[in-house]
């Protein structure tokens, strides 16, 4: 239904912008249906200037800023009053068309936007007041315009594919920190240090009622769990978690107080987390783990998304893999005069799609096998449970579920001491071999909310659940619905409206 919702917002918000194009006169009314360059022409016929056109690409803040320049197009056929803007900003693909299909609305121009009794200088504030403000409102609580940073979803979802995120579906998140500077995120746009909000209220969390729970296969956008505390420096954040770096790092050896006195150290709320996007392979109350590669959920073997991507060992002794071969087949960036890859102990290894493997061993005519890591001490939860474990050989391990009750023990506490202490905010003490909740002694801890398992479509390029753990309910976001635009050079034109399954 959110997709639907917002195919229809964007294919008829350009349907009227052709419809007024043709009142205007424009020959070439069709340049409506081109993303971006529509507003273009409005900016040129409005003498709005130019400089708010290439600020709309900025991504997130833009989506406001094209709100604002559709208000003062449709002031330009006379429509000053607040309800054709409220209009204009949460039902444009409704408004528009109907304007462009009325007869007794014409294009009046600067010359009627001009002889409006207010000043000109006095509707460029109150629209963009109010495009902000009711901006504000649909990236809360509708949808939200985002763009993928990182390779970890793809080749599902490519670096610059930019998506609306659907907040419909899983119930609009009440804000646990309202106050906060509009159209960022978590820092101040001149600072990646500098927060862009205020703690002086922080709400408990909400949804708005009538939503569904995350279903396994759903790509999700949510807070990042381990990124509430972060070393507050250029290059680390959620690249490099604070918590990695207390737990790995030589000169620190788990010493908090010595990594304090070393780096300065903001505490996010966690609706103020960094943003990250993966696909939900598992939901509160399944089992889940990686065997040799292969994914299990509830001891069957998951179904694979057709774009996901995996390494694997590719053999050279016998038929030579070339560069133009990749380069035609795969899209490696192999240079055009290296003819051939050469690689020890007899093979590569490779990053490829289910599609792309099938290829190779067609051009080799033999199977390949996953290239497999076999023990990875940085993995969850980080204590002699992982032990042996990997990014391809983990678990078995269960996701919690709102009521479940967790027997809590000495060799599976690592698991759920986060869970219990930071996202459900309990008072979490242990003595003696004994467990303390909220001052009073137990083995038993009921779960407040669901929990999800999230991983990368890019398999094995993928810092995901297997790295920090569980996905709290309440970190949600919301559900990748539309690629909207993608760029890589110039745009990617196939992508463009592209559903995300």
């Not at 919301?478 to 760029?487: E, Y």
């Amino acid at each position: 239904m959110g997709t639907f919702f917002l195919i229809l917002y964007i294919v008829g918000w350009h349907y009227g912008v052709y419809t007024l194009f043709k009142k205007m006169g424009i020959e070439d009314a069709w340049k409506a249906f081109i993303p971006i360059y529509s507003t273009w022409i409005m900016v040129e016929k409005c003498d709005i200037n130019k400089k708010w056109f290439w600020l709309q690409l900025i991504p997130i803040a833009g989506q406001f800023i094209t709100i604002w320049i559709t208000i003062i197009f449709v002031m330009h056929f006379a429509k000053f009053d607040l309800m054709s803007h409220t209009l204009v900003t949460f039902v444009p693909f409704i408004y528009l068309p109907m304007l462009g299909n009325n007869k007794d609305v014409k294009w009046g121009g600067k010359e009627i936007f001009n002889r409006y009794k207010k000043s000109g200088s006095r509707e460029w504030v109150d629209a963009a007041v109010f495009a902000i403000v009711a901006a504000t409102i649909i990236r809360t609580f509708v949808f939200e315009a985002y763009v993928i940073p990182s390779e970890s979803m793809e080749k599902t979802l490519l670096v610059n594919d930019f998506l609306f995120v659907n907040k419909v579906c899983y119930g609009p998140r009440i804000p646990t920190t309202p106050l906060a500077f509009p159209f960022v995120h978590n820092t101040m746009p001149t600072s990646e240090t500098t927060p862009s909000y205020l703690k002086w209220i922080q709400l408990d969390y909400h949804r708005i009622p009538g939503y569904t729970w995350v279903k396994r296969n759903d790509v999700v956008v949510f807070n990042f769990p381990a990124g509430d505390t972060i070393i507050n420096l250029p290059g680390f954040g959620s690249k490099m978690p604070y918590y990695d770096v207390l737990r790995e790092s030589p000169e620190i050896h788990g010493d908090r107080q010595l990594l304090l006195s070393q780096y300065p150290i903001l505490i996010h709320p966690y609706d103020k987390t960094d943003n990250y996007i993966k696909r939900c392979t598992a939901v509160a109350g399944d089992e889940v783990q990686v065997k040799e590669g292969v994914l299990y959920v509830n001891g069957k073997q998951a179904d694979s998304p057709v774009d996901f991507q995996q390494e694997y060992f590719v053999p050279t002794n016998g038929k030579n893999i070339t560069g133009d071969f990749l380069n035609e087949n795969l899209g490696t960036n192999i240079t055009q005069d290296q003819t051939e890859i050469e690689a020890p102990n007899g093979f590569v290894v490779l990053n490829m799609t289910l599609k792309e493997k099938e290829l190779v061993e067609g051009y080799l005519h033999t199977k390949l096998s996953i290239a497999t890591y076999k023990r990875d001490h940085s993995v969850f939860p980080f204590s002699t449970i992982s032990a042996g474990w990997s990014r391809d050989n983990y678990g078995p391990i269960k996701i919690p579920a709102k009521g479940e009750t967790l027997h809590l023990t000495a060799s599976n506490i690592d698991l759920y001491r986060r869970l219990i202490s930071v996202y459900e905010h309990a008072n979490l003490e242990e003595k003696e071999g004994k467990f303390f909740i909220d001052g009073k002694e137990t083995s038993n801890y009921t779960c407040k909310y669901n929990y999800y398992w999230m991983m990368g479509d890019n398999r094995h390029r993928s810092q995901d659940s297997r790295f920090w753990g569980f996905v709290p309910e309440t970190h949600v976001v919301g559900k990748a619905s539309l690629i909207w635009f993608s760029w890589s050079g110039g745009p990617r034109w196939k992508r463009i409206f592209k559903s995300i399954n």
